[in-house]
């Protein structure tokens, strides 16, 4: 069963305007982390945050975490056209035996209009 | 800084053909993971590799094989291709030991996108 689930899946908004996307998790987590995709790109990483932590910051981008709600969301302040992109949460999870590989989300897909 | 290299970048194969897809982690990185990412899907695990051995099995086809070499690096070896298995795969690199992953998580390669004719 998919451990991630994203929404909304995809998301349209003004330049300047603040973008939300929120993640949701099934099990316990070593930690939660963002990623950035363009399309058909590369993964570049854009926060990890521990479970023992509940928020997070770097630069225009904010992200909290509820371990007893299980989910987490992303916020892009101030968006530009250049954060059009798809967005996926991974989870680091123990459950089950894993080893470390990362678990995603179906991803939500910004498009940031000028 | 040095990133994870993946090689070739893109790759076009007929049905039936095989492919070797190759991630040269970080420098010091000793762990390798391999998605897989369909065209419009989210990536999902293959299969990874810590301090040479397989340390963890996702969905990877039968059909599918890897190692870890001494330096390293990893090789994905895909025989018998089929249309379905055209995606994007991805290369991740990480230290070693829980501690370390869980606190500063991995670097995704740039991914080979191999095209099944």
């Known amino acids: 069963s998919q451990q991630g689930e994203e929404d909304p899946q995809a998301l349209s908004i003004q330049e300047g305007e603040n973008a939300t996307m929120n993640c949701s998790y099934k099990?316990?987590?070593?930690?939660l982390q963002w990623y950035r995709q363009n399309s058909g790109r590369g993964l570049v990483h854009l926060i990890l945050?521990?479970?023992?932590?509940r928020e997070k910051h770097s630069g225009r981008l904010r992200v909290t975490l509820d371990t007893s709600k299980k989910s987490s969301s992303l916020l892009i302040t101030a968006s530009r056209a250049a954060d059009t992109a798809s967005y996926f949460c991974a989870t680091d999870t123990n459950y089950g035996g894993s080893q470390g590989n990362l678990i995603f989300g179906k991803g939500t897909k910004l498009s940031v209009k000028p | 800084a040095a990133g994870v290299i993946q090689s070739p970048r893109h790759l076009i194969k007929e049905k039936r053909e095989t492919a070797t897809l190759k991630c040269y982690p970080i420098p010091r990185h000793d762990t390798v993971y391999w998605y897989q990412q369909g065209p419009g899907q989210d990536p999902q695990f293959l299969i990874s590799f810590y301090e040479k051995m397989q340390s963890d099995k996702g969905s990877i086809p039968d059909r599918f094989s890897a190692q870890q070499f001494s330096d390293y690096h990893s090789e994905l070896n895909m025989s018998s291709l089929e249309l379905g298995d055209s995606a994007l795969y991805f290369c991740?690199?990480?230290?070693?030991?829980?501690?370390?992953?869980?606190?500063?998580?991995?670097?995704f390669g740039s991914g080979t996108r191999l095209t099944v004719v």
């Open positions: 991740a690199s990480s230290l070693g030991g829980q501690g370390a992953r869980v606190n500063y998580g991995y670097t």
């Open positions: 945050i521990r479970s023992n932590e």
């Open positions: 099990t316990s987590i070593n930690n």
